[in-house]
């Protein structure tokens, strides 16, 4: 027993601690050939120090988690680990081919019980544009996902789940939300056939009434009245006036007035000179 309690002092300063100390355990004031205090100071005496100190033996310590002892389990199962993958060197390439992100918590406390009501919580974020939808799927998507949930900025959906008392099920439950929106995204109904430019979340310059009187513009002007004209000639059809540059910034630029309602300098002045 005497020589459990002093060993720490027949320990050599060059011994390898990994066999001291191999796994996690609870603090033994004999082993540890360190001179730690902790608990509260009576007045002006000291700390307790580390024998008998019921403050030392209760909470948890990673003295088996030395540097030397990480890197020598790193070498040992460094055999059975395989290369890093190419092309996910950044971060881009990671979100491009991995674009959906799961973030949860775990709280450590000192407590009878280790359940964490918040634990369950699941929180999933991607950005739309990796489900590459087509823009009558991507309306459909954001009127059943809801506002509150999209993130116009940056193009991020962000999903937080803690309906189910697990966490494994409120990461399920999400998968499958995020497959049920999907798949009613893409299907089409018969009564969709009924929306009106009216319906529309957003103003779309793409066959409007602002794209066609520009049309006529083109069409009724003299080939000498405007710049545009004078280089390209005047387009016989929507098709060809939509492949002018100039009139692909101003339908950018048009949109932006109605559905930001803020223009650039640059869209300003360009709807100016139109």
């Known amino acids: 027993c005497c020589f459990t309690f002093n060993r720490y002092t027949r320990m050599p300063i060059d011994q390898d601690w990994g066999n001291v100390w191999p796994t996690a355990r609870t603090y033994h004031p004999g ?9 509260f100071r009576r007045k002006r005496h000291p700390q307790p120090d580390r024998f008998a100190n019921l403050e030392l033996m209760k909470i948890p310590n990673f003295l088996h988690l030395t540097p030397p002892v990480i890197k020598r389990q790193c070498e040992a199962i460094k055999k059975f680990c395989t290369d890093w993958p190419e092309g996910l060197e950044t971060e881009e390439e990671m979100r491009k081919h991995f674009p959906l992100k799961v973030e949860s918590s775990n709280y450590v406390y000192s407590s009878p019980s280790i359940r964490e009501p918040r ?4 929180t999933l974020s991607f950005s739309l544009a990796s489900l590459k939808l087509t823009k009558r799927s991507k309306d459909k998507f954001l009127r059943l996902l809801g506002p509150e949930r999209y993130d116009r900025d940056t193009d991020t959906v962000t999903i937080v789940i803690e309906r189910c008392p697990i966490r494994q099920q409120n990461y399920d439950y999400g998968v499958y939300l995020m497959v049920v929106l999907y798949v009613e995204a893409c299907k089409r109904e018969p009564w969709e056939t009924e929306k009106t430019r009216d319906d529309h979340e957003e103003y779309i310059w793409e066959d409007s009434p602002s794209q066609h009187f520009l049309f006529e513009t ?14 390209l000639g005047t387009p016989e059809t929507i098709e060809q006036m939509k492949a002018i540059p100039e009139v692909q910034e101003y339908g950018k630029a048009v949109e932006a007035l109605h559905n930001e309602g803020k223009l ?4 300003r002045l360009l709807i100016e000179i139109r």
């Open 31 to 39: 082993t540890v050939p360190l001179p730690i205090r902790m608990g």
């Open 264 to 267: 650039t300098i640059h869209q």
């Open 119 to 122: 634990s369950r919580i699941i």
């Open 218 to 231: 083109f069409r009724r002007s003299p080939p000498d009245s405007l710049p545009v004209l004078n280089s």
